[in-house]
C-alpha cells in the first residue's frame, strides 16, 4: 500500500507563495493520479487540483485557477503544488491523495490513500 506525507505548509502573507510536497513511498507514484484536497474549519473537505499518472492531464478547481499549480516528478515520487497569490481564503488543512487507476477525479470517495495533511494559513 502506497503512503503519502505532506510537507511544506506554513504561515504566509495575503499574496505570498508556498510549495506543498507529497512524497509517495511504499509504490511508485507513476502509477497514481494525485489530488490535493482541502478542509478549512467548519467546512467541507474540497477539491483543489489534481494531476494523471503521466502528467499530462491536470484539473484545477476555479477558486485557484490561475494562482495554484500541481506537477509531478515521478523520478522523485513527489507530487508539488505551488500556490501563489495566497488568499486568507486559502486557509486550511492541505491533503494529497492517490488513485491508483491513474486518471483524474474530483471525488475524494475515488481516492485508495491520503496524508496526514498540512497546515496552510493566510494572514491577511
Not at 16 to 39: E, P
Not at 44 to 53: D, G, L, P
Not at 63 to 73: A, E, L, M, N
Request: some cysteine.
Amino acid at each position: 500500500q502506497v503512503q503519502l506525507v505532506e510537507s511544506g505548509g506554513g504561515l504566509v502573507q495575503a499574496g505570498g507563495s508556498l510549495r506543498l510536497s507529497c512524497a509517495y513511498s511504499g509504490r511508485t507514484l507513476s502509477a497514481y493520479a494525485t489530488g490535493w484536497f482541502r478542509q478549512a474549519p467548519g467546512k467541507e473537505r474540497e477539491i483543489v487540483a489534481a494531476i494523471n499518472w503521466r502528467g499530462d492531464n491536470t484539473y484545477a478547481a476555479d477558486s485557484v485557477k490561475g494562482r495554484f499549480t500541481i506537477s509531478r516528478d515521478n523520478a522523485k515520487n513527489t507530487v508539488y503544488l505551488q500556490m501563489n497569490s495566497l488568499k486568507p481564503e486559502d486557509t486550511a488543512v492541505y491533503s494529497c491523495a492517490a488513485r491508483l487507476a491513474g486518471r483524474i477525479t474530483v471525488r475524494a470517495d475515488e481516492y485508495d490513500s491520503w496524508g496526514q495533511g498540512t497546515q496552510v494559513t493566510v494572514s491577511s
